[in-house]
C-alpha cells in the first residue's frame, strides 16, 4: 500500500477467522465490548463456508446450516439463551456477544465439549497484524490514540473528536448504570493502568493498560462520561446517581447535586451517613462550606447535623461570634452555658453536647475542676467502640491541660488520642493537628528539645493530607519559625510575620496557638521593626481579636513589652494597670506569698510582665528578689519563665554591685536555656542580658563553660537585628532608640514623651547620635542608617 493511500474501511483478518473455522472444542465465544469487530469477523467467517449469521435473541433449527450456527447476540439483549433443540443439532457454535450480555442453555454443551475465547484483547489490532496494510501515520494513530480498537479504523486518516465521544456514549456507555459510570469517572481524573471494576469489560483493554498514551481515546471517553452522568441527573436518576456518588465515598458531591434539585431532606441525611461534623476534616475547607452554606433555615432549625455543619465551617473561617448567635438562636441561650449543656440530664442530644466541647476549644476558657468533672461524666456517655469520637474528646482535654499548664497531664491526653487515631488507620489531618499541640506545649514550656520531633512528624502528617489545607500549613509555618527562632535563626519568623500572619489570623484559630502567635509575631516587630510599627502591628492585630475580648490581656501585655524594651517603663506600666486583672490586684498585693500560690495562666503572664516593669525601674521595692523567688518557685510557672526569672534576678544583683549573685543566677539562666534548647528567651531579655554580658568578672566567668560559651554564641547570631548592629556600631541604647523614632517620624516632642526624657536632652542625644553618623539632619541620619543595616 502506498504511504499516503488511505486507510480501508476494514481488514480482512484471515488469522482470526482460522482461528475459528478450526476449533476442534465446538464452541467459540468472540466475547468482547461493541466495536471490537465481532459482527465483522463472524461474517467473514460465514461467507468462507458459505452460511448466514443469525442476529434473533433465540436462534431456530433452520439457522443451523451444515453444523455450522452463527450467532451474533444483538446489542439490545441482557441474556440470550440457545434451546435444547438448537443446542443438540449444532455441531460447531460461534457466538458473538458482549461481556454484560448471559448466555444459557449451553452448560451441558460447555462441559462435555469445552470452549474457545476471543476476548477484546484478542480482537484488537496489533502492529504485527497490521504489518503494512495501513500507512505508518494511519497505524500509530490506531495503535497510540484509539486502542487498536477496530470500530476506529476509519477514522485514522480523518479524525473526528465529536463523532468519536458520540460513539463512546453510544457503544461503550449505553449499558451503564449511575453508580458504575461515576466510578469510571473517578478513574478518568487520574487514570491508572489496569482497573479493576465492573465497567471495566466495556472498554478497549489497551486503554485500560496504558490510560496515558491513549489521549484521544481518554479525552473522548471523559465527554461522554460527563454528557452521560448530566443526563442522568437531569432526569429522574439523580437520586441514584446521588447514591452512586455517596457510595463512591464523594459526599460533597452528593449532597450538592441534590441540593440543586431540591432534594434537601436527601442531602442531610448523605451528610449525617458521612458523620457530619467529622467530613469537614476530609474534605476542602472551601467546597465544604460552599455547600452545607446552601442548606435552607428551614432544614437548619430542624436537622441538628446541618446546623453543626454550618457552624462548624463558620468556626474554621473565624466567625466564631456568628456560631455563637445561631446555636443561641436554634438550641437555646442556655446552650452558650458548657455546665448546663454538660451536665447529668441535660436536655441536650449527644451531638449537641459534643458541639459544646468542640466550642469549649475555640473559648478561651480555662476549665475550673468543676467543669472537667463535668467532662468526665460527659465521657461516660461516649460509645465505646467509636474510636474517633474518643481521639476528638481527648483532643479537648490536651487543649484545656495546656491552659490549665498542666503540661504532663497534656502530653497523657496527646498520646491517648494517637492510640485511638491508630485504631481507625489513622487520620493525617487530625493527628497533625494533636502534634501542633504537642510543638505549642513544649515551646509555651520552654522545652525545644521535645519540640522538635513533634514538628517534624507534623509536617509528615500535614504533607500526606490529599485535600487542600492551606490555613494548616500556616500553622506549620508559623511553628517551624518559632523553631528557627529559638535556634538564633529570626528570619523565619519575621518572613512569617510579613507574608502570612494577616492571613493566619483571619482563620480558625484554637486560643493556645492564639496565645502561641501572639507572643512570637510580636517579638519578632519587636526586634526587627522601628518602634513606631510595633503600635500599629499590635493594634492590627487586635482588629482580628474584636469578637474574642479574652486574648485582650495578651495583646496588652505585648505592647507594655515593647514598651519595656523602649525603656518607655510609665507607658509600659499604664498599660498593664489598665487591665482589669491588674486594678484587682494593687502593686503591694503582688506579694511574695500570693505569686507562689498562681496557677492561672493569664494570672501569672499578668505578674511576670508587672514583675518585668519592677526589675526594669530605677527603685524596684525591696521585696522584688522575694518576688521573683517566690513566682519562680510555682510549681505552674513555665521552664521558659523560670529562666526569663533568673535572668531579672541576676541584673539586679548586678545592679547592686553584687557580682558573685549577678554571676551564679547568669550562669544558672544560660545552663537552662543551654539545656531546654530554648535560646529565644536570651534574646528577648536582651536589654537585661546585654549590660550582664559587657561586665568582665561576669564574661569571662562564663566563657571558661563550654555550653555556656555556644549558648552565647547562639544568643549573638539571635540578636543581630538593626538595633543590635546600631549598639555594636558604637551607639548607646538611647541613641539606638532614637534613631528608631526619628525613622519612624516623631518630631522632638513626641520622642521626649515617648522616652519620658527633656527636650533639651532629646536635641543632646540626637546630636550625638548626627556627629557618629558624620551628618547634620535627620534626613540624612535616616538615609546613613540604612545603608549601614541599623534600620
Not at 56 to 65: A, G, I, K, M, W
Not at 390 to 396: G, I, S
Not at 543 to 569: K, P, W
Not at 655 to 670: E, N, V
Request: contains cysteine.
Amino acid at each position: 500500500m502506498s504511504p499516503d493511500a488511505p486507510p480501508p474501511e476494514r481488514i480482512l483478518r484471515k488469522p482470526l477467522v482460522d482461528r475459528i473455522l478450526s476449533d476442534q472444542t465446538g464452541t467459540v465465544f468472540l466475547r468482547a465490548p461493541a466495536g471490537a469487530g465481532k459482527s465483522t469477523l463472524m461474517r467473514d467467517a460465514a461467507d468462507r463456508l458459505g452460511t448466514s449469521v443469525c442476529a434473533l435473541h433465540t436462534p431456530r433449527e433452520s439457522d443451523v446450516q451444515n453444523g455450522w450456527l452463527f450467532w451474533d447476540v444483538p446489542g439490545s439483549a441482557r441474556t440470550a439463551r440457545l434451546s435444547a433443540q438448537v443446542a443438540e443439532t449444532v455441531e460447531h457454535l460461534v457466538i458473538a456477544h458482549r461481556p454484560s450480555q448471559k448466555i444459557t442453555g449451553l452448560a451441558r454443551r460447555l462441559l462435555h465439549g469445552g470452549t474457545q475465547t476471543l476476548d477484546a484483547r484478542a480482537l484488537s489490532f496489533s502492529a504485527d497484524e497490521i504489518g503494512t496494510r495501513l500507512p505508518a501515520p494511519a497505524m500509530r494513530r490506531l495503535l497510540d490514540d484509539y486502542a487498536g480498537w477496530p470500530a476506529f479504523l476509519p477514522l485514522t486518516a480523518a479524525p473526528d473528536p465529536a463523532l468519536i465521544a458520540d460513539y463512546v456514549g453510544e457503544t461503550f456507555l449505553s449499558q451503564l448504570s449511575p453508580a458504575p459510570t461515576i466510578r469510571l469517572s473517578i478513574w478518568l481524573e487520574a487514570p491508572t493502568p489496569d482497573p479493576d471494576d465492573d465497567w471495566c469489560d466495556a472498554l478497549p483493554p489497551f486503554l485500560l493498560s496504558a490510560p496515558d498514551t491513549q489521549s484521544a481515546l481518554i479525552g473522548a471517553l471523559r465527554t461522554a462520561v460527563a454528557a452521560r452522568l448530566e443526563a442522568f441527573s437531569n432526569s429522574s436518576a439523580v437520586t441514584e446517581v446521588a447514591t452512586a456518588l455517596e457510595a463512591a465515598h464523594r459526599p460533597l458531591a452528593a449532597m450538592a447535586l441534590l441540593l440543586d434539585h431540591g432534594h434537601e431532606a436527601h442531602a442531610a441525611q448523605i451528610l449525617a451517613h458521612s458523620r457530619g461534623l467529622e467530613l469537614i476534616y476530609d474534605s476542602n475547607l472551601d467546597e465544604f462550606s460552599r455547600i452545607v452554606l446552601r442548606f435552607s433555615p428551614e432544614v437548619v432549625a430542624t436537622n441538628e447535623t446541618v446546623l453543626f455543619a454550618i457552624t462548624r465551617t463558620l468556626m474554621k473561617q473565624g466567625e466564631f461570634q456568628r456560631v455563637r448567635q445561631l446555636v443561641a438562636k436554634h438550641l437555646g441561650s442556655d446552650y452558650l452555658d458548657p455546665l448546663k449543656v454538660l451536665s447529668r440530664g441535660t436536655r441536650f442530644s449527644f451531638a449537641a453536647r459534643r458541639f459544646r466541647l468542640n466550642m469549649m476549644i475555640s473559648e478561651d476558657m480555662t476549665p475550673s475542676d468543676a467543669m472537667l468533672q463535668r467532662l468526665g461524666e460527659f465521657m461516660a456517655d461516649y460509645p465505646v467502640g467509636d474510636d474517633q469520637k474518643w481521639a476528638a474528646f481527648y483532643n479537648a482535654l490536651l487543649e484545656f491541660e495546656i491552659r490549665r499548664r498542666n503540661f504532663r497531664e497534656a502530653e497523657a491526653a496527646a498520646a491517648r488520642a494517637l492510640i485511638y487515631f491508630r485504631k481507625i488507620g489513622g487520620h493525617p489531618l487530625l493527628e497533625f493537628f494533636i502534634h501542633l499541640h504537642l510543638i505549642v506545649l513544649h515551646l509555651t514550656n520552654g522545652d525545644v528539645r521535645l519540640a522538635r520531633p513533634a514538628a517534624r512528624i507534623a509536617r509528615e502528617k500535614l504533607q500526606s493530607v490529599t485535600h487542600p489545607v492551606e490555613q494548616e500549613f500556616r500553622m506549620l509555618h508559623l511553628a517551624e519559625a518559632a523553631l528557627a527562632y529559638e535556634d538564633g535563626q529570626p528570619q523565619k519568623l519575621v518572613a512569617f510575620v510579613e507574608q502570612e500572619f494577616d492571613a493566619f489570623a483571619r482563620a480558625e484559630i484554637w486560643p493556645s496557638l492564639f496565645h502561641f502567635a501572639i507572643q512570637y509575631a510580636s517579638q519578632a516587630v519587636m526586634d526587627h521593626y522601628p518602634a513606631s510599627i510595633r503600635p500599629g502591628f499590635l493594634d492590627g492585630l487586635w482588629l482580628h481579636l474584636a469578637e474574642r475580648m479574652d486574648l485582650l490581656q495578651a495583646v496588652q501585655i505585648r505592647t507594655a513589652t515593647a514598651y519595656q524594651n523602649e525603656g518607655r517603663i510609665g507607658e509600659a506600666t499604664a498599660t498593664l494597670q489598665s487591665l482589669r486583672a491588674a486594678q484587682s490586684v494593687p502593686p503591694e498585693a503582688m506579694t511574695p506569698d500570693w505569686l507562689a500560690q498562681l496557677n492561672d495562666r493569664n494570672t501569672i503572664t499578668l505578674a511576670m510582665a508587672r514583675l518585668r516593669c519592677l526589675v526594669e525601674s530605677p527603685a524596684p521595692g525591696p521585696d522584688i528578689d522575694r518576688q521573683l523567688a517566690a513566682l519562680e518557685s510555682s510549681p505552674k510557672a513555665t521552664l521558659r519563665e523560670t529562666v526569663s526569672l533568673k535572668i531579672w534576678r541576676a541584673h539586679l544583683a548586678h545592679k547592686r554591685r553584687d557580682t558573685a549573685a549577678a554571676r551564679s543566677q547568669l550562669q544558672a539562666a544560660l545552663l537552662s536555656a543551654s539545656r531546654l534548647g530554648c535560646f529565644g528567651v536570651l534574646s528577648e531579655q536582651r536589654i537585661f542580658l546585654a549590660p550582664l554580658l559587657r561586665e568582665t568578672r561576669i564574661r569571662q566567668h562564663l566563657d571558661t563553660a563550654p555550653d555556656i560559651r555556644a549558648t552565647l554564641s547562639k544568643y549573638a547570631e539571635s540578636i543581630s537585628t538593626p538595633k543590635a548592629k546600631a549598639r555594636s556600631g558604637g551607639l548607646t541604647e538611647r541613641e539606638a532608640q532614637l534613631l528608631q523614632l526619628i525613622a519612624g517620624g516623631y518630631p522632638n516632642k513626641r520622642i521626649s514623651q515617648a522616652l519620658n526624657i527633656a527636650q533639651p536632652t532629646v536635641k543632646f542625644h540626637l546630636s550625638r547620635l548626627y556627629a557618629k553618623l558624620g551628618v547634620k539632619k535627620r534626613s540624612e541620619a535616616i538615609q546613613s542608617a540604612r545603608a549601614l543595616g541599623w534600620l
